[in-house]
């Protein structure tokens, strides 16, 4: 499957690498900060990322989900402010990553780099049906902890 690529800034390939999968078992690939200068996230704020390109999935039958790095979250508190983001199928402007920094201290994004992972998988749309009543099940409604610890 191919998905077009263009580069919105002239750093694109050259100072700034394109997204590249970083191993053979990797499921995501790796976006990179596109800046000019360092970005400053404060403790306990939040900010937007540009990662100086762009993306054409080939059909509505995929999406492209925008996730954190481990490495980031575990070790300083750094990840995308909304949790996962989507680039739907029809989106053609930059891809941004609102990043947020719960940690204690400010984090530093460098230019160039890893901010988070991009992963291209396959969508199903929905036809949803209103009805009176939903099939039964062993679980039924319980929720929030009801299976257990």
Same mark, same amino acid.
């Given at each position: 499957?191919?998905?077009?690529?263009?580069?919105?800034? $002239?750093?694109? +390939?050259?100072? /700034?690498?394109?997204? *590249? #999968?970083?191993?053979?078992?990797?499921? @995501?690939?790796?976006?990179?900060?596109?800046?000019?200068?360092?970005?400053?996230?404060?403790?306990?704020?939040?900010?937007?990322?540009?990662?100086?390109? @762009?993306?054409?999935? $080939?059909?509505?039958? #995929?999406?492209?989900?925008?996730?954190?790095?481990?490495?980031?979250? /575990?070790?300083? +508190? %750094?990840?995308?402010?909304?949790?996962? +983001?989507?680039?739907?199928?029809? #989106?053609?402007?930059?891809?941004?990553? &609102?990043?947020?920094?719960? &940690?204690?201290?400010? *984090?530093?994004?460098? $230019?160039?780099?890893?901010? @988070?992972?991009?992963? %291209?998988?396959?969508?199903?749309?929905?036809?949803?049906?209103?009805?009176?009543?939903?099939?039964?099940?062993?679980? &039924?409604?319980?929720? *929030?902890?009801?299976?257990?610890?």
């Amino acid at each position: 499957m191919e998905v077009k690529i263009k580069a919105l800034s $002239p750093k694109i +390939g050259s100072e /700034i690498p394109l997204p *590249f #999968y970083a191993t053979p078992g990797s499921a @995501a690939m790796d976006l990179h900060a596109c800046l000019d200068q360092p970005a400053v996230i404060p403790a306990g704020g939040r900010t937007v990322i540009p990662t100086g390109i @762009a993306i054409a999935l $080939p059909s509505p039958q #995929y999406v492209a989900l925008v996730f954190a790095r481990s490495g980031l979250g /575990i070790k300083h +508190g %750094v990840a995308p402010a909304n949790c996962v +983001g989507v680039i739907d199928s029809d #989106y053609r402007g930059e891809i941004l990553v &609102g990043l947020q920094n719960s &940690g204690q201290t400010g *984090f530093t994004v460098q $230019p160039g780099d890893r901010i @988070a992972q991009l992963m %291209v998988v396959p969508v199903l749309q929905a036809q949803l049906r209103l009805v009176d009543s939903l099939d039964e099940t062993q679980r &039924g409604s319980g929720g *929030f902890g009801s299976t257990g610890t």
